[in-house]
């Protein structure tokens, strides 16, 4: 069965600072992968996808993430931090099935110092 | 462009009394529908979805049930609440499709049951 992994449950970093957001999924075929986020008490704003083609994906709020298939990996990225960007991150799958359902991790939360 | 509302945003109900969460889409026909809960540290539950009027599926067995009385509108029900129906309750939309499996979400209810 598929499933997603984000092993960081919490991850503090200083503004200005980079940012690498973990994820792992397990899935048979090509996946399609996406990064969520979610600001306390509102409703998870997409970030980026990724469905086929060029492995390095571009997003909204300058992320990017980089899809690996020989490690699973779908890790999210952004060079400097912002402030704002102290929210929390889900990463999710396509579960294979005809009905568009996703699969989300547990979610990481990061926190950003000033 | 499409957008999703949910209503009400925020709600306070004893244990044992009804409820009644209202989804709307607007600006796209025939999505599908889905309502997610989540409850503090454990990441997004799927609880129903939709492909269509009157056509739900169940993902857990609990003390809610959904409805989709026209095409754009999913309701969440409940006869009797229980405390651990408390929590934060989402609604999202896909692609009628849904082979994209690309997901946007409302902006949620806060549901505490006392």
């Known amino acids: 069965a598929q499933s997603v992994t984000q092993p960081d449950i919490h991850i503090t970093v200083s503004e200005g600072a980079s940012l690498e957001l973990r994820c792992n999924y397990s899935?048979?075929?090509?996946?399609?992968l996406f990064w969520y986020v979610q600001s306390p008490g509102q409703g998870l704003q997409l970030l980026l996808k990724?469905?086929?083609?060029?492995?390095l994906v571009q997003g909204i709020k300058g992320f990017e993430a980089e899809f690996k298939r020989s490690q699973s990996s779908f890790n999210l990225r952004k060079p400097s931090v912002h402030w704002s960007d102290a929210a929390e991150y889900f990463c999710?799958?396509?579960?294979?099935?005809?009905?568009?359902?996703?699969?989300f991790g547990k979610g990481t939360k990061l926190s950003v110092k000033p | 462009s499409q957008t999703i509302h949910q209503w009400p945003a925020t709600l306070v109900q004893p244990v044992g009394s009804p409820l009644s969460l209202e989804c709307t889409v607007e600006?796209?026909?025939?999505?599908?529908l889905y309502w997610y809960r989540q409850a503090a540290g454990r990441g997004l539950q799927l609880l129903f979805y939709?492909?269509?009027?009157?056509?739900i599926s169940s993902e857990v067995p609990q003390n809610l049930s959904a409805s989709r009385p026209q095409d754009r509108q999913f309701i969440l029900s409940s006869k009797k609440l229980l405390l651990s129906d408390s929590g934060f309750y989402l609604c999202?939309?896909?692609?009628?499709?849904?082979?994209?499996?690309?997901?946007?979400f409302g902006p949620g209810t806060r549901l505490t049951v006392t």
């Open positions: 999202a939309w896909s692609g009628a499709s849904g082979l994209s499996y690309e997901q946007y």
């Open positions: 899935y048979g075929a090509t996946p399609y």
């Open positions: 990724y469905f086929s083609g060029d492995t």
């Open positions: 999710a799958v396509g579960d294979g099935g005809s009905q568009g359902n996703l699969i």
């Open positions: 600006g796209t026909s025939n999505p599908n």
């Open positions: 939709s492909v269509g009027i009157g056509q």
